[in-house]
């Protein structure tokens, strides 16, 4: 990146009562291979500046990819006067120097081999083995492999001193194979579309174990051609990892945000049933449930060590033995509403202003291995893999669909099933976790498409889950 | 100035070629302003420009695609696409055919400016702000001119300007409330005052005790905006060619005659609703009316170049993502007047919300109900009720369920500003729904 934010710093240091910028460099490789053969090879290289500034304790953007002298005055220029106009009705009076702190920093994703010592050309071979692998299996009508490789560069100064570097290399992995059969048709992915997702280098391309892994993937989709639809009834249910992660992001991650609770993405994604007073009162869940804000987790598609305002982003509680501790909303929110909150005040790019986002959110584990939990089930169903989502706007009343389950039966793990779903109301639902597996079987998923905000915005998200087990769950099939 | 420089800059690019390479370049401009509301005050506001140039780049039968962003200085974009260049001949040669290639032709010249009129941000603040003084508003506005072009090296030069505006917005009475949306060729204070009466004035009908459905079937009216929220999902993959081809059709069996819609249904693809251009990202000219569903029956699916070339059959010049650009479904025979009348007994549906596919495969689609739904009994409004889920398949809604549609259909410009603002626009009736499934 050759703009110096810094000597722009010093030009515009008197623009406005504040004022910041943070140059954002967005290498995307977004590469799918069907069946063997180039489906899309796609890539993206996004570099843009944002700028924030204040006037009369309100703070407006820009966001430019015009990175010229006449590009960035006019961007500016344009800010001013839409800042002077909205700030004689701004929602609040923000001191600048307690919502943008100084601080001086960088994070680096860890990695052993920089994504930008692979190739195009190496990693469609990767895709092009694996989806041939799926591709193999009789059956299989279409196989998809296919991988977003991100490098992102963020560089940060504000006029309160700030100066903070984060460089991130990030890796979603997808692969999935459809399969048909006399008119059923299955389909069968790795954890879930592009669930897999991680901060990593260009190790992860490791063909051998993913055509292992592949060879699974294709084998299911086809033995849930001949499966059983999942019955219809109220019974225990053990949920995986790969279901677990969107279970946790819709029902705790989004009805956290301060923005929500305060009443910000009303007219879009909606409000939260969670109340400002709710905090440090409500059981949110039964006691065997620990969630927390973790934005220092290795290889987490989320982590970072400053969010977009600069504030230090720390570990911290959210739900604590069932009980509601803290939200999620950076310094701004937290501010608003007088409430505890954390660092996660994120934009999807420099086009789009920081707003609150969820980050890593992850659940704790418990004391159980899956068999023992298993075990204890006389009868239920254990889904993988989230396939369908959908929740209200005060985030209540939820439905999941998963890709592939299993009938439990006096303790053991029977027939397998199709079309396995749930539905329920997310208080009584999460009271009723009966129980959790432990820290070793915790799997790491997350998404790079949360959508929030107006102008709306995708951010990554990074979930963390052992297998959770409820009681009293409708679980339906098709 | 952006036509012209971007005429000086493809020129100077495509000298650049050698032998048998060949390039298309699809450019997105935009220069926006955003403000974000709530508590009837200002949450954030937000000025963006954005210079989009997606380069697909083809060599023996190859194809690769990379975006890049402009700085309007014609020596960096040079150097850029310069380094995109070499890229792409360092990793062509190692790549496959694809059986959806595409060679990059000559699609021909257009050019549409539309303008709208509208106030200037300064102005727009205290007008929005001054009818929402009494009431707990939040919204978003979205304004300012964006501009689509297609090149490439064969002589191919579309151009699409469009300015526009809307004003997507809810207004609160505590936890009850109701949407509207705002958006116009030409700003008329009169037409948006009566727009902002009109929402404010279904929140007297919340401000009524809030009655709990049980879950079952309940015959249903779906104003416009509800029917828009449902043909939404549907569009994500439901009529196009490579997601039948593949199995991740929603609407397969109707494709394959196993299931059937209501002759009631009309559906088409309409670029003549004026919200997006003609051409696709690739410069072809669709057709400026498609017709998807004629009388029930799916006629023709959302087909871009490269899926007919890989499953040999017509293309009708779809964009690659294959969802309808303009989606409209045609008018019915009901007064919207009429509508709690002939309803009787059953839901009144304002808005329907976060509506996903729950089976695919058998065209089965879940979401809540938002905003100003009400139960109904002998054409009367008793209250609002507590937001209900519905689970419930395609075949059934727009099938044997279907009782009627609306004579008058709303147009709804798409909202969208994911990334960046998406063009297109939907048209939708009302609709009356027999025994619409609630399961929570």
New interface residues.
């Given amino acids: 990146m050759q703009l110096d934010i810094h000597h722009l710093l010093k030009k515009y240091q008197s623009a406005a009562d504040f004022i910041s910028f943070t140059l954002v460099h967005e290498k995307t490789r977004d590469l799918k291979v069907?069946n063997?053969?180039?489906?899309?090879?796609?890539?993206?290289?996004?570099?843009?500046l944002r700028i924030e500034l204040m006037v009369n304790g309100?703070?407006?953007?820009?966001?430019?990819?015009?990175?010229?002298s006449e590009?960035i005055d006019?961007?500016i220029e344009?800010?001013k006067?839409?800042?002077r106009?909205?700030a004689?009705?701004?929602?609040f009076n923000f001191d600048p120097l307690k919502i943008r702190p100084k601080n001086l920093g960088s994070y680096q994703s860890q990695r052993q081999k920089k994504l930008d010592q692979i190739?195009?050309?190496e990693i469609?071979?990767f895709l092009?083995y694996t989806s041939l692998k799926m591709k193999s299996e009789p059956l299989v009508?279409?196989s998809n492999a296919d991988c977003i490789v991100i490098e992102c560069q963020h560089a940060y100064v504000n006029s309160n001193g700030a100066q903070i570097n984060q460089d991130f290399n990030l890796v979603g992995l997808s692969f999935s194979a459809?399969a048909?059969k006399s008119?059923?048709?299955q389909?069968r992915t790795f954890h879930g579309n592009r669930a897999k997702c991680l901060q990593i280098g260009a190790e992860i391309f490791d063909l051998n174990q993913y055509l292992e892994i592949c060879h699974g993937i294709a084998q299911e989709a086809v033995e849930l051609l001949s499966a059983e639809n999942c019955p219809n009834e109220n019974c225990d249910l053990i949920i995986a990892p790969d279901q677990m992660y969107m279970q946790i992001h819709e029902s705790i991650g989004h009805p956290l945000e301060l923005d929500r609770i305060?009443?910000?993405?009303?007219?879009?994604a909606?409000?939260s049933f969670v109340q400002p007073e709710d905090f440090g009162k409500l059981q949110y869940g039964s006691p065997h449930l620990n969630v927390v804000f973790d934005p220092n987790v290795e290889h987490e598609f989320a982590s970072y060590s400053y969010d977009e305002t600069g504030n230090p982003a720390e570990r911290k509680y959210l739900i604590r033995n069932g009980l509601l501790m803290n939200g999620l909303g950076g310094l701004e929110s937290q501010i608003r509403s007088g409430l505890p909150g954390v660092a996660n005040s994120r934009a999807?790019?420099w086009?789009?202003?920081p707003?609150d986002r969820m980050a890593n959110i992850n659940l704790l584990g418990g004391d159980l291995s899956l068999d023992e939990m298993i075990s204890k089930i006389e009868r239920g169903v254990l889904m993988r893999a989230n396939r369908?989502?959908?929740?209200?706007?005060?985030r209540?009343?939820f439905?999941f669909?998963c890709e592939y389950g299993k009938r439990i039966e006096n303790g053991r793990l029977t027939k397998t099933l199709k079309?396995p779903?749930y539905?329920g109301?997310t208080v009584p639902f999460w009271n009723n976790l009966a129980g959790l597996t432990g820290t070793n079987s915790i799997d790491i998923h997350g998404s790079p498409y949360c959508?929030k905000g107006?102008?709306?915005?995708?951010i990554r998200v990074g979930h963390a889950s052992p297998y959770a087990w409820f009681k009293h769950v409708?679980v339906f099939g098709? | 100035m952006i036509k012209n420089y971007v005429a000086t800059l493809t020129s100077e690019l495509f000298n650049l070629l050698q032998n048998n390479e060949t390039v298309a370049l699809s450019f997105h401009f935009e220069d926006?302003?955003?403000?974000?509301?709530?508590?009837s005050?200002?949450?954030?506001?937000?000025?963006?420009?954005?210079?989009e140039m997606a380069i697909t780049f083809q060599k023996n039968l190859?194809?690769?695609?990379?975006?890049?962003?402009?700085?309007?200085?014609f020596a960096?974009d040079l150097k850029?696409y310069q380094q995109?260049l070499t890229?792409f001949r360092?990793?062509i040669d190692?790549?496959?055919?694809?059986?959806?290639f595409t060679a990059v032709k000559n699609n021909g010249h257009s050019e549409l400016i539309k303008k709208v009129l509208r106030p200037d941000?300064?102005q727009i603040?205290?007008w929005i702000?001054n009818h929402f003084k009494n009431v707990d508003m939040?919204?978003?506005w979205?304004a300012g001119p964006v501009i689509k072009i297609s090149v490439n090296s064969l002589g191919q030069f579309h151009y699409f300007e469009m300015d526009n505006f809307f004003f997507?917005?809810?207004v609160?009475d505590g936890?009850r409330?109701s949407?509207g949306t705002y958006s116009a060729q030409t700003w008329d204070e009169t037409h948006f005052n009566k727009n902002i009466q009109r929402t404010i004035s279904k929140l007297q009908n919340l401000n009524k005790p809030r009655i709990q459905i049980k879950k079952g079937q309940y015959r249903s009216f779906l104003e416009p905006m509800a029917v828009a929220e449902l043909l939404g999902t549907i569009n994500w993959g439901g009529f196009s060619q490579a997601a039948y081809q593949?199995?991740?059709c929603g609407l397969?069996k109707l494709k394959n005659g196993?299931e059937t819609l209501s002759s009631l249904l009309n559906l088409n693809e309409n670029l003549s609703l004026g919200f997006s251009p003609a051409f696709n990202e690739s410069g072809e000219i669709a057709p400026s009316i498609l017709n998807v569903i004629k009388n029930g029956q799916l006629i023709e699916l959302a087909t871009s170049t490269a899926s007919a070339n890989e499953y040999h059959t017509e293309s009708n010049f779809a964009e690659s993502h294959e969802s309808l650009r303009s989606l409209e479904v045609q008018p019915g025979r009901l007064s919207q007047e009429k509508s709690l009348e002939t309803l009787g007994t059953g839901l009144y549906l304002s808005n329907l919300?976060?509506?996903?596919?729950?089976?695919?495969?058998?065209a089965?689609l879940?979401?809540?109900t938002?905003y100003a739904c009400y139960w109904v009994e002998n054409s009367e409004i008793v209250g609002p009720i507590e937001?209900?889920?519905f689970?419930d398949s395609v075949y059934n809604l727009f099938g044997k369920n279907l009782s009627a549609l609306t004579i008058e259909q709303e147009l709804y410009p798409s909202t969208?500003?994911?990334?960046?603002?998406q063009l297109g626009a939907t048209k939708v009736p009302g609709a009356l729904i027999e025994d619409f499934n609630f399961?929570?």
């Fill in positions: 069907r063997g053969t180039p489906a899309d090879l796609n890539q993206f290289d996004d570099v843009g309100h703070m407006g953007y820009a966001g430019t990819c015009e990175l010229t590009g006019h961007a344009q800010a006067i839409a800042t106009a909205a004689n009705h701004a929602i190739s195009t050309a469609y071979d092009k009508i279409t459809t048909e008119g059923e048709t389909n305060l009443g910000d993405e009303r007219n879009f909606g409000w999807s790019s086009n789009r202003p707003i369908s989502w959908s929740i209200d706007d005060y209540r009343k439905q669909g079309n779903n539905r109301i959508g107006e102008p709306s915005q995708v409708d098709a | 926006s302003h955003f403000i974000r509301f709530n508590q005050k200002v949450r954030q506001n937000t000025y963006i420009r954005q210079n190859k194809e690769m695609n990379t975006v890049i962003l402009l700085t309007l200085d960096q850029k995109v890229d360092k990793n190692r790549i496959d055919i694809s059986p959806k941000l300064e603040l205290p702000l939040a919204g978003f979205c997507d917005y809810s609160f936890d409330a949407k593949q199995g991740n397969k196993d919300h976060y509506v996903n596919w729950s089976d695919l495969q058998n089965r879940t979401g809540m938002r937001d209900m889920r689970d969208m500003t994911y990334q960046k603002r399961t929570l």
